[in-house]
């Protein structure tokens, strides 16, 4: 009896958290992307209801085309952006975290304080303009990049600090003794064992940027600098607001981060468990 309980149990757990799922991600999804297929006049009504007229491609043409086909730049200027600062992240993150894994000194436990701070101290905007500024960076693509990295870099070497703790000094002395050198042990023998983390911190990096609406709209003034958040201004004004081409807008800059999250859940969760020891 107490087995069929348990069984039972767990059945209505699974079917508990699948609703609570289908509430919280499934149906906002289907609303957008019925708001995204509506004429003008339906979808300024708000409605969670089916079109009456369907218009997915006209509205999807127009987003496109708008601009002089903005969002196809903003697509460009986001990629390079996302690819840059995630490869950037990868390098700098593992070899940090090695260095601060294997090399104790009295100086780690200073850095660890500033790489939570790092994460703790919101970014103060001014100053940072005023950095950018002066390294002649600002309005640029390359300081762009820069933010995302000096942003994301604690997280970075925080995750791979305590991968790297996983895995066992006895690689890195037998390397050594081979006649290995330090930079040969790090690229040769300690980064190619960081793959599970290392998609991890790719996948979850590489959503965050792609996704972000305030550094942008900060640091990155300019139509030529446009990236794939800001080109929802393209369609709201005091005036006038298309909300079915803004809601497939949203449906179109959603969509590559969705897919990358189905694709790469179960490395995600691997990544971010198999570092949970003790370092």
Not at 53 to 75: G, K
Not at 185 to 211: C, D, E, G, H, S
């Amino acid at each position: 009896m107490s087995l069929r309980r348990d069984a039972a149990r767990r059945r209505l757990i699974g079917i508990l958290s699948l609703l609570v799922a289908t509430v919280i991600f499934i149906l906002p999804f289907l609303y957008i992307v019925l708001m995204a297929v509506k004429t003008p006049q339906e979808a300024a009504l708000f409605l969670f209801s089916w079109p009456a007229q369907w218009r997915a491609w006209q509205n999807l043409v127009e987003v496109v085309q708008t601009r002089n086909y903005m969002l196809l730049l903003a697509y460009f200027n986001s990629t390079v952006i996302t690819v840059g600062a995630v490869t950037l992240l990868v390098i700098f993150g593992a070899m940090v975290g090695y260095v601060l894994q294997r090399r104790r000194s009295r100086w780690n436990r200073v850095i660890y304080v500033f790489l939570l701070i790092g994460l703790m101290v919101p970014p103060a905007v001014v100053p940072t303009i005023w950095v950018l500024q002066n390294l002649g960076l600002f309005k640029t693509i390359h300081g762009m990049i820069l933010i995302q990295v000096a942003y994301g870099l604690s997280f970075a070497v925080l995750l791979y600090r305590s991968f790297i703790a996983s895995i066992p000094r006895s690689l890195d002395e037998a390397a050594i003794i081979d006649g290995a050198r330090p930079w040969q042990v790090f690229f040769r023998v300690i980064l190619p064992l960081l793959k599970p983390v290392t998609v991890t911190l790719i996948v979850v990096q590489a959503v965050a940027i792609f996704n972000d609406f305030t550094n942008p709209l900060y640091y990155l003034p300019g139509r030529e600098n446009v990236t794939v958040q800001i080109t929802l201004f393209n369609f709201q004004s005091q005036f006038q607001s298309q909300y079915n081409l803004l809601f497939m807008n949203i449906l179109l800059i959603t969509i590559p981060p969705l897919l990358v999250f189905v694709f790469f859940n179960r490395q995600i969760v691997a990544g971010m468990t198999a570092g949970g020891v003790k370092g």
